[in-house]
């Protein structure tokens, strides 16, 4: 905002304050200075104030600060608005008839008639300021419009008063199908959420953002109607972004303005019309719908003293409260503040703090590390068993994403039999339930890259899923609030093709690379696994399977469904798992360091065929069912269909026998081998080699 200093001058004396120190100090407290340029004699401050502080984006609203800061008082508010004015007739004003009908968009709506004025330009002195801050002088009545939100920060509008039907305002919602040409000429449609100030006939401004074209002010204007409003701002924001209209009085409205200062804007305009263009002031008629009272706080000394190191005391911020027009008194050792309801920015404890130490500066304020006690510190096993998972998936070689827990009702469809929890307020369908599962984020992800030309890929998300707490309905439409479950869960995909080292040429994603990487996490926290054949339908038959420990469902993994990957735009194959953290806390094993052998181990293998409806999950727990002795590993040394035998697979385990006390023999641990062999064919339907 562009502020003239040779205005500010007329609330607060700066004439021995250098420009250097003033911009200095005005960035101190919190409104940066963006450049310094010459206007005449006068300079003009071109600041950058907050959106929060619509009190400071006017001459009198940054005096104010300024008087603070530099420790000055203002000047009597009659030196800012220039000579005294005649007193207004009484009696005078009864013929105007003021209505609030929509008190939820307008609280307060305080006008005054002059009659008897006459239209002509402005003095120079006027018309200087206004060209100094960037306005382009119109009339003089237009002109002190103009000049009172600069000085004062609150919005007004001046009207023909001959040209309001029957001499009445109505401030109202908008009907269906009206419409007002508006003062920039346009023709601007009106909807029931749209704050209208009409008269007994039509539409003649939307309140708080911009006036109509039928009521302007004309060259032959005698009698005017002065407004100054209090609109709530989240009527005004949605009209100004209807319409696409963005105007001085919008965007302070936008942000809320001072309900009670109309009175206060009147008056100033007032005497500035009767000095301008003379005519006769009838009465001030002040319509309030609602009464807005200032908030009262308390500032304990004890958290002023915490919050800045023990560099303010009380005195201070009194003093300073004072000179910010804010009522304080002290209350034994604390305050109690009346914020002044045009300091909407400030509605707690720590605002309070916020203000006496932008004021007192916080760059002097001593530093001091924050006091941490074995009291804030708590275990927090899940969060700490996600960030073990985080590391270990990005060890495996995979890349972290971070998607919405918000998703499509069909893409939770597709990877669940679930009901999923619906957003009642979704803003579009895409957003509308809560994931069920991590996939659908993970699948949109890697759709998105490979329409970019990525055609490989290892992703994974750790993240929570929503569910439907114990017995709640799985209607779609939930009338109350019901229990969400929420489970820490952690999903990947793997897509493309995948190369081990450098000098390896690459292959294509299988089903055991999902699986190796679900292992290595299992292994890692010390969780043994079983896997099974899985049925769940959004993996392909033939390739799925469920990670176990013992009766507790640990992980799902396989290659995803034609369709599901159909519905993302995903062609060839994208290998899955879905891990269940909390699952895998929960199963999580002591364990204990084992020395190491001092003595050479024995490998062996063990060579079998079988039908292809014994799963290799069922072997491996066979033979760790069995107390072999000085057997420690055992695993898949090779996997081989022949060709023209449709129900015979060759399977070839390699096994590691050790002891910790001797060296063993070759004749030992051939004789364990055979035996080994003889009862897993006793056990099994499989034909040793």
Not at 510 to 524: L, N, S, T
Request: charge should be negative.
């Amino acid at each position: 905002m562009k502020l003239s200093r040779d205005w500010l001058n007329d609330y607060v004396d700066l004439t021995d304050i250098s420009d250097e120190t003033l911009t200095e100090r005005m960035t101190e407290i919190g409104h940066a200075n963006e450049g310094l340029e010459k206007h005449g004699d006068d300079t003009v401050i071109d600041a950058e104030i907050t959106t929060n502080r619509i009190d400071a984006m006017s001459h009198a609203g940054m005096a104010k600060e300024l008087a603070a800061a530099f420790g000055r008082s203002l000047r009597p508010s009659s030196a800012a608005a220039g000579k005294g004015a005649p007193e207004p007739v009484e009696g005078a004003g009864k013929g105007v008839t003021i209505r609030i009908e929509a008190p939820e968009m307008c609280t307060r709506f305080s006008a005054r008639v002059i009659r008897n004025i006459d239209v002509k330009p402005s003095t120079p002195e006027i018309q200087r300021r206004l060209e100094a801050v960037g306005l382009r002088p119109i009339s003089n009545i237009v002109d002190v419009t103009n000049y009172v939100i600069l000085a004062l920060g609150h919005p007004m509008h001046a009207y023909d008063l001959d040209l309001i039907g029957d001499a009445t305002i109505i401030v109202r919602r908008g009907k269906k199908g009206e419409s007002m040409k508006s003062l920039d000429n346009v023709m601007r449609s009106i909807e029931t959420e749209t704050c209208v100030i009409a008269d007994a006939k039509r539409p003649i401004g939307l309140g708080g953002v911009i006036g109509g074209f039928e009521s302007e002010i004309r060259d032959t204007t005698k009698n005017v109607l002065l407004e100054c409003a209090a609109f709530t701002p989240s009527f005004i924001r949605r009209t100004a972004r209807r319409l696409g209209i963005k105007t001085d009085a919008s965007y302070r409205f936008e942000r809320g303005v001072d309900p009670n200062d109309g009175p206060a804007v009147i008056e100033l305009a007032t005497k500035m019309i009767l000095e301008l263009a003379g005519g006769t002031a009838e009465e001030l008629i002040d319509v309030i719908a609602a009464e807005i009272e200032p908030k009262r706080l308390r500032l304990r000394a004890a958290k002023l003293h915490e919050q800045s190191s023990g560099s303010v005391g009380i005195g201070y911020a009194l003093e300073l409260f004072r000179r910010l027009g804010f009522g304080a008194e002290t209350s034994g050792d604390d305050l109690e503040v009346v914020v002044p309801t045009s300091r909407g920015d400030i509605s707690e404890e720590m605002d309070l703090v916020e203000e006496v130490l932008r004021f007192f500066g916080l760059n002097n304020v001593p530093g001091e590390l924050p006091r941490v006690t074995t009291g804030d510190v708590h275990a927090n096993p899940i969060a700490e068993t996600e960030d073990r998972v985080r590391d270990l998936l990005v060890g495996c070689g995979l890349s972290e994403v971070a998607t919405y827990s918000f998703i499509h009702a069909d893409a939770n469809a597709q990877v669940s039999d679930e009901h999923a929890l619906r957003i009642t307020n979704a803003l579009t369908e895409n957003i509308s339930s809560m994931r069920l599962s991590l996939l659908p984020g993970l699948l949109e992800t890697a759709a998105f890259n490979r329409s970019y030309g990525t055609r490989d890929g290892a992703l994974f998300e750790v993240g929570r899923t929503y569910h439907r707490g114990v017995g709640q309905a799985p209607s779609p439409v939930q009338e109350a609030p019901s229990p969400i479950k929420e489970r820490h869960m952690a999903a990947l995909v793997m897509y493309g093709t995948i190369g081990s080292s450098w000098g390896d040429a690459k292959r294509a994603v299988d089903f055991f690379d999902v699986k190796g990487v679900v292992e290595q996490i299992a292994e890692r926290l010390h969780v043994p696994l079983t896997f099974t054949v899985s049925d769940e339908r959004w993996y392909r038959a033939g390739a799925r399977g469920a990670a176990w420990h013992g009766d507790r469902r640990i992980a799902s993994v396989g290659f995803l469904a034609n369709d599901v990957l159909q519905s993302y735009g995903l062609k060839g194959d994208v290998a899955a798992a879905e891990i269940d953290v909390e699952a895998l806390l929960e199963s999580t094993m002591e364990w204990k360091m084992a020395p190491v052998a001092r003595f050479p181990g024995v490998p062996m293998i063990m060579a079998m065929t079988h039908g292809r409806d014994l799963e290799y999950g069922r072997i491996l727990t066979t033979i760790r069912s069995l107390d072999v002795p000085w057997l420690h590993e055992v695993g898949l040394r090779d996997h081989f269909e022949p060709e023209g035998e449709d129900n015979v697979i060759k399977t070839t385990l390699g096994m590691w026998y050790q002891a910790f006390d001797r060296s063993l023999t070759q004749d030992e641990v051939v004789e364990v081998h055979q035996r080994l062999g003889s009862r897993v064919a006793e056990l099994l339907p499989v034909k040793m080699l």
